[in-house]
């Protein structure tokens, strides 16, 4: 069946264009003004923009972490996700240490597989570095997975400077390259202990315990071992000004250096863990934990002026209940925001929407760069003849409401409850399939594995 999207505002990372779209099944066949196909249904999209599908590079779903399980599996998680305009997320696979890349791997497609409403990646974390690690990487690309995640930070995940290193080193070899969560552990677990010694036990001590003066240094750490490996990589949800002086530093040298943030780190600030109402505040616990509005505002800069490239969400969510764990103790609260389902509203109406940046801006960062960087272009990230018909049509003159109350995660809260937003997502179009209309789930579990090739 040929769909003709008729009338609408095509979104690309160069221009905005009135433009058609004609969808011959999964796949886009035709982009150009007043397109004519008599057989197709048109579908009318007159003062709406066609944005290509959305990339989330930065979710966990269906992962065990702090003695639970966050609250969102592929089922849920992606059902989320589609409400958002997001048609493609790329998860973590995580193997514990001890076990091999192609367990990890094995498990998470497991864990997804006739389960995603919306297509899927996984990235593979590397937590522990040996031979049969090292030896796996190229089995990884043939599996469809060339990017890798590396902690500086957390026990359970965390590498060490060496083997940081000599594995930075050896992505590089195949093109492949690493995200890298940026702290300082060993000055974390000091100010931790320093805070339980003090008594200050609540979810205020969270954001004390992680300044932004541990993100940067272990961001600078990081690109100064990236410099002498030779070797790209990505710092994910960077949250502070500092950090991107770091980046700054680090591409003047001549490094490549990509970076993404969160929404979370460009509307919410720290203020919010000094509620005291436990609750209140201990759903906002995430790692690096929100900042202050200096650094909401770095954010925004860089996003404009192209100092990060992509906008990720960093899904991890847990329920009130989960959260509740902390209760006495900060450092039991599990971390991480939902996020997955309220990126896309959030970016168009806090950043196109007050001139912050550009339809076309918001485009490359939540679609086309990610595409690009992680091996699925141009299948992804564009509305081009041969690409999967991913489409999302975005009403900018409607106004939408952020509650808990209407929402698709499993999750009871929501953390922008009550935000006024600009523009309403009203329909989503997974390889030529209505998705989602109105804020209805109109298919089931339809997403298919993306095979990603090395970075375009």
Request: glycine content about 10%; charged content about 20%.
């Amino acid at each position: 069946m040929k769909l003709l999207f008729q009338g609408g505002q095509v979104v690309s990372s160069g221009a905005v264009q009135q433009l058609d779209v004609l969808v011959n099944g999964e796949h886009i066949e035709a982009v150009a003004p007043n397109l004519s196909c008599p057989e197709a249904q048109v579908i009318d999209v007159r003062g709406k923009l066609l944005f290509p599908g959305f990339l989330d590079a930065h979710t966990h779903f269906d992962l065990d972490v702090c003695n639970t399980t966050t609250a969102d599996d592929f089922y849920t998680g992606t059902r989320a996700a589609l409400r958002g305009g997001t048609t493609t997320v790329i998860d973590f696979a995580c193997p514990n240490k001890g076990e091999t890349l192609s367990y990890g791997l094995q498990l998470w497609h497991e864990k997804a597989d006739g389960k995603s409403a919306c297509d899927y990646g996984f990235h593979m974390t590397i937590d522990d570095w040996n031979e049969t690690i090292r030896s796996e990487i190229p089995k990884m690309l043939e599996a469809g997975i060339p990017t890798f995640k590396m902690y500086m930070t957390y026990p359970a995940m965390m590498i060490g400077d060496q083997d940081l290193f000599l594995a930075m080193e050896e992505l590089h070899r195949y093109g492949a390259f690493a995200g890298v969560h940026c702290e300082n552990a060993g000055v974390i677990d000091a100010l931790i202990a320093q805070k339980k010694a003090a008594g200050e036990t609540g979810p205020a001590s969270h954001p004390a315990t992680r300044p932004n003066a541990l993100e940067a240094e272990a961001v600078g750490s990081l690109l100064r071992m990236a410099q002498v490996a030779g070797a790209p990589v990505m710092i994910v949800h960077l949250s502070t000004k500092e950090s991107l002086e770091e980046v700054h530093a680090a591409r003047a040298r001549g490094q490549t250096v990509y970076v993404e943030t969160c929404p979370q780190y460009l509307l919410l600030d720290r203020s919010l863990y000094e509620n005291p109402d436990y609750s209140q505040a201990a759903r906002f616990v995430c790692a690096p934990s929100l900042r202050e509005e200096a650094d909401r505002e770095a954010l925004w800069a860089a996003l404009a002026d192209g100092t990060i490239q992509t906008i990720s969400t960093d899904h991890c969510s847990f329920t009130l209940a989960q959260k509740d764990a902390g209760k006495g103790d900060f450092t039991k609260i599990p971390g991480g925001l939902p996020g997955v389902e309220t990126r896309g509203i959030l970016i168009w109406s806090e950043g196109v929407a007050k001139g912050r940046i550009t339809a076309s801006q918001m485009c490359a960062l939540l679609s086309e760069t990610p595409a690009k960087l992680y091996g699925a272009y141009p299948q992804k990230g564009v509305i081009a003849p041969g690409s999967d018909a991913d489409l999302v049509v975005l009403d900018p003159d409607a106004q939408g409401l952020l509650t808990a109350a209407d929402q698709g995660a499993n999750v009871d809260y929501c953390p922008y409850e009550g935000l006024k937003t600009s523009g309403v997502i009203t329909q989503v179009y997974l390889r030529g399939q209505l998705a989602m209309d109105g804020g209805r789930l109109c298919a089931g579990s339809i997403g298919k594995y993306v095979f990603r090739s090395l970075s375009k």
